[in-house]
Each structure stands twice: as structure tokens, then as C-alpha cells.
């Protein structure tokens, strides 16, 4: 079942498939960040006038040849092999292998549970694709 919270102070409407609770804090935490008029987002921070950015990865990177995409997880994931990125958070790997777990709690709500989760293959497909030769 999909749940979304009323509109935010500043315009945000949190979403989840989990339960009212988790939508209601989405949007709370939306309003944290600094986003406005933000829906259906992934906790994206900083955005305005966002909107359906949830699922949906836009590469930010520089042009990439071998761009590699993990999909079906809360936040879409992508890889060059330089950089990665996880949702609207693009960054070096080498800065995500290094980011402290109060960087990534500050990304997002869940993002640090994501992260601890999915950290070790991420990197490890980041890794694999800055060997590739293609």
C-alpha cells in the first residue's frame, strides 16, 4: 500500500510503501534538508521542485562509456567506476568508502541503514567497473 503525508511547511510530501508513520517522517525530514515542493522523492536534499525522482536515475557524473545500474532497491545505484551514485547523491567512490555514518544519515531517511547494508557491494561493483576495459 502506498502512504503519503499531507504537504509539508515547506511544500514537501513524504511517500512510503510501509506505513503513514514513515511518509509523515519522510516529509519532516525533506523539511530538514532544505527541500521545497518535493514528491515522491527518494530523500533527496536540497532540491526544489522536485518530483518524482524516486526509481528514476539521472546520471549527474561526467559522460560515462561504462556506466553500470543497480535498480530495484529503495534508492537506484550507478557506477562509472569513478564515481557513484546513489539516488540524487553523486560523489567519487573514494568519498562514499569514506563518507562517516553522520554524512549519510544526513542524506536521508534510512539512508544510513541503506548504506551499512549496501555499501560493501556497491564499492565492490565500483571496483569492478573502473577494471573493466570496454
Not at 14 to 41: L, P, T
Not at 48 to 72: D, I, Q, Y
Not at 109 to 117: D, E, H, N, T, V
Amino acid at each position: 500500500m502506498r502512504y503519503e503525508s499531507i504537504k509539508s511547511p515547506r511544500g514537501n510530501i513524504g511517500v512510503s510503501y510501509s506505513s503513514q508513520a514513515e511518509a509523515d517522517a519522510q516529509a519532516v525530514a525533506m523539511d530538514a534538508c532544505g527541500n521545497r515542493n518535493c514528491s515522491r522523492c527518494s530523500d533527496c536534499s536540497g532540491c526544489s521542485g522536485c518530483s518524482g525522482c524516486s526509481g528514476v536515475l539521472r546520471w549527474t557524473g561526467p559522460k560515462a562509456s561504462k556506466l553500470m545500474a543497480l535498480n530495484g532497491l529503495r534508492w537506484p545505484v550507478a557506477t562509472d567506476g569513478i564515481n557513484i551514485q546513489i539516488g540524487c547523491h553523486q560523489h567519487p567512490a573514494t568519498r562514499w568508502d569514506n563518507f562517516s555514518d553522520a554524512t549519510i544519515t544526513k542524506m536521508g531517511y534510512g539512508a544510513l541503514a541503506f548504506w551499512l547494508q549496501w555499501k560493501p557491494t556497491i564499492l565492490a561493483m565500483a571496483a569492478s567497473r573502473a577494471e573493466t576495459k570496454e
